[in-house]
T-cell receptor, first 117, second 111 residues
């Protein structure tokens, strides 16, 4: 069964450093997403991406964040200058929307645990 | 900010019993509703989606939607210890791109 994959599973970085989290969405999916979950808190939407551009972003997704689809399979989230409060689990998701994004099931990858020291 | 509310629990049920999980949402125009299961340290895993008022059954799981009351629930029949997890209710935002999640209800099924 196709699945979303993410690398690395755990990333440790120093405050102020740049990190890139990588995702391979399900191959025929058209919409890609990033969410984060701070320990003990709810899953929060960061950004959605369709047709090589951002379709929606949350207040969390400020200028320190960027997303890119550098090739036909990868989808990346970059945090330019990490802060302590960026420590969280980051989930990539994808959906196949043929009919409309607002009914699609989003399938989640296993996540990358980011620890900022 | 559109809200999705769930009781945090923990909800404890004996093995074989029915577990009932509830969720309310604030945006009246919401059309798509999802239940995900999340084991500790793992990612959300889809259980069911529901779009129309009424019940939708899939194996031991039944989702119930009442748009007039802005209420969606999940029933788990014949609960098993392996069902012990946090259950997340999710609703699409108005834009149709972001899923808004509740904080989740922790379910414990005791043998």
């Amino acid at each position: 069964e196709p699945e979303v994959t993410q690398t690395p599973s755990h990333q440790v970085t120093q405050m102020g450093q740049e990190v890139i989290l990588r995702c391979v969405p399900i191959s025929n999916h058209l919409y890609f997403y990033w969410y984060r979950q701070i320990l003990g808190q709810k899953v929060e939407f960061l950004v959605s991406f369709y047709n090589n551009e951002i379709s929606e972003k949350s207040e969390i997704f400020d200028d320190q964040f960027s997303v890119e689809r550098p090739d036909g399979s990868n989808f990346t989230l970059k945090i330019r200058s990490t802060k302590l409060e960026d420590s969280a689990m980051y989930f990539c998701a994808s959906s196949d929307s043929g009919e409309g994004a607002s009914t699609d099931t989003q399938y989640f990858g296993p996540g990358t645990r980011l620890t900022v020291l | 900010q559109k809200e999705v509310e769930q009781n945090s629990g923990p909800l404890s049920v004996p093995e074989g019993a029915i577990a009932s999980l509830n969720c309310t949402y604030s945006d009246r125009v919401s059309q798509s509703f999802f239940w995900y299961r999340q084991y500790s340290g793992k990612s959300p895993e889809l259980i069911m989606s529901i779009y129309s008022n009424g019940d939708k059954e899939d194996g031991r799981f039944t989702a119930q939607l009442n748009k007039a009351s802005q209420y969606v629930s999940l029933l788990i029949r014949d609960s098993q210890p392996s069902d012990s997890a946090t259950y997340l209710c999710a609703v699409y935002s108005n834009s149709g791109y972001a899923l808004n999640f509740g904080k989740g209800t922790s379910l414990l099924v005791t043998p």
